[in-house]
């Protein structure tokens, strides 16, 4: 599936709540399904600043393919990045540097997040896009 | 049971803010301890200001210049009075305690020699710790730390071991603004002083809830912020001995510091002028002096007395959720409670009682060394007014229990 398409996917998924406690609920439960980022990984470097809570990310290249895995200390941080990675893990870096992101507003997630925890979402998005810059420097 | 004698409904009827929603639920503001809300007198005041008198001070022959001076220096004189200073020109105006602390920092820049000792207690905000670490980095004077115990009391045997004649300065505060620890001040200030060492207390958090007679403590030097006592942000004091402000060097320079200016050399104006360089925050003085007026109407001893019936209260309903440990359970202490729950991030708690409209913070506190004293990535605070309520107590336990089933 592309990008656009797991984006409209998760959109769908969280229509169907109509307040925000299981809009949350949802995003806690999709935080476990988040694919864990390996201890060794977990190193002040691939900690992502502009959080409150720690959150860990690394990217491997399989193939053409960018993998994400990512971890955090907090249960509704690692719910975000879930459902970020849900949408770029597995895809082109190219792919992922085009991204658009606004599904997160149409989700309800911006404008239902308190403003420090907006700011460590874009710092997210911001990581992951960089992760996929550098590697797309390297296929070229 | 609440025994004050407070009318808390009419109270909260003082202050606008209190009225309002947050995320679809009445405002239950619990972060007092950050700032505490402006009553409406305090508000009137800046309106005032600003609609009918508006100028700058010390310098204008008209009238609205006077009239400005004449309401700045009226809140210096309430400030004076209210801290029991025995001279005026003692109060400077500063934007907070923050740049009261570098103010002296900076001073004794000049003053501390090499192999000199300054102490801090382990219980400080980062403000209270970056100006000494910075001060200790200029003159190779040596940064030691009083510490404490699990309660969150200073353990005083060990202060007095790390006094000796090279201590020079003593900063402490006087309420602890991550765990509410109210310290033993009467007692740092006399021991210091027994080996010639001097002292800051810094005032911030206690200012709200005690009134510290400054001439009785014999303290150096004292700081409070306007926006912890129902005044704005931006504006403070330091209290400081005559003795050490004429020996403190100026901390700025520019307008309103000096006596004459030629290039080859400025003189210095006297106290305060000597450390109020440039256009002062003139009405953030005047609301300071409102602000004072308003407490002081609702008096300070059934303010204490209130607030400590709602930490009693709020204590033991906390302590009734399963798992909750609360850090900071010194003898003495003001409403401020720090806790976490189980293993949860305290973000994840804070954010889901945002969505409620409990207002509360989360982090470190800028007291990161606190946080690593109890290995704990930061903490959830709740920190009462005596605006607050017994309802909204319950109100945050009933909001944590939710948080607590969300996030299991």
């Known amino acids: 599936m592309k990008i656009q398409e797991i984006q409209e996917e998760i959109v769908d998924e969280f229509a169907m709540f109509d307040d925000w406690m299981q809009r949350y609920e949802y995003m806690i439960e999709l935080g476990k399904s988040l694919p864990l980022i390996d201890e060794q990984y977990k190193t002040e470097d691939n900690i992502i600043k502009g959080c409150q809570s720690k959150v860990w990310v690394h990217a491997e290249l399989e193939g053409d393919k960018l993998g994400f895995t990512a971890d955090s200390d907090a249960i509704i941080t690692k719910g975000i990045i879930a459902i970020l990675i849900r949408a770029f893990s597995g895809q082109k870096p190219q792919d992922i540097i085009d991204a658009d992101t606004g599904f997160i507003d149409e989700i309800g997630l911006k404008e239902h997040l308190s403003p420090t925890r907006a700011n460590g979402l874009v710092s997210m998005i911001k990581q992951l896009k960089l992760y996929a810059v550098a590697y797309q420097t390297q296929l070229n | 049971m609440i025994q004050t004698t407070l009318d808390i409904a009419t109270i909260r009827k003082d202050f606008p803010i209190l009225a309002r929603k947050v995320n679809g639920h009445p405002l239950v503001y619990l972060d007092n301890a950050a700032t505490s809300q402006t009553p409406k007198a305090v508000i009137d005041t800046i309106v005032d200001y600003y609609s009918r008198y508006n100028s700058n001070i010390h310098r204008g022959v008209h009238a609205l210049s006077q009239e400005a001076t004449d309401a700045y220096e009226q809140a210096r004189a309430k400030l004076q009075l209210h801290f029991n200073v025995a001279k005026i020109h003692e109060i400077i105006f500063t934007s907070g305690t923050t740049h009261s602390i570098n103010l002296v920092a900076n001073g004794f820049a000049s003053i501390l020699e090499e192999g000199d000792e300054i102490l801090v207690s382990a219980m400080e905000h980062h403000s209270n710790i970056v100006p000494w670490q910075m001060l200790s980095e200029k003159t190779g004077a040596v940064l030691r730390v009083i510490p404490m115990d699990e309660s969150g ?58 009134v510290a007679d400054l001439q009785a403590l014999d303290v150096d030097f004292y700081t409070a912020s306007a926006h912890k006592m129902c005044g704005p942000t931006g504006v403070g004091i330091l209290y400081g001995k005559e003795s050490w402000l004429k020996q403190l060097p100026p901390y700025q320079g520019g307008g309103e510091m000096i006596a004459e200016v030629t290039f080859e050399k400025t003189t210095y104006a006297d106290l305060p002028h000597k450390f109020e360089a440039g256009t002062p925050n003139i009405c953030g003085g005047i609301a300071f002096g409102a602000a004072l007026d308003y407490l002081q109407s609702i008096g300070f001893e059934a303010i204490a007395q209130y607030e400590d019936e709602l930490l009693n209260y709020a204590t033991e309903q906390l302590l009734k959720i399963e798992g909750l440990k609360i850090y900071g359970t010194a003898r003495h202490k003001t409403s401020v409670i720090s806790f976490n729950v189980g293993n949860l991030h305290p973000y994840d708690i804070g954010t889901i009682l945002d969505k409620l409209g409990i207002a509360v913070r989360t982090g470190h506190h800028c007291a990161q060394p606190i946080m690593d004293f109890y290995q704990i990535p930061g903490t959830i605070r709740a920190s009462f007014s005596f605006y607050n309520t017994r309802e909204e107590v319950d109100i945050l336990v009933e909001g944590i229990k939710k948080a607590v089933a969300m996030l299991s």
């Open chain 2, 153 to 210: 009391d200073l353990l005083m045997d060990k202060y007095e071991q790390l006094l000796n004649e090279r201590t020079k300065l003593v900063f402490c505060n006087h309420v602890s603004n991550a765990l509410g620890t109210i310290n033993p001040i009467e007692e740092i200030i006399a021991k210091a002083h027994a080996v010639g060492a001097a002292v800051l207390i810094d005032g911030a958090q206690a200012a709200a809830h005690l």
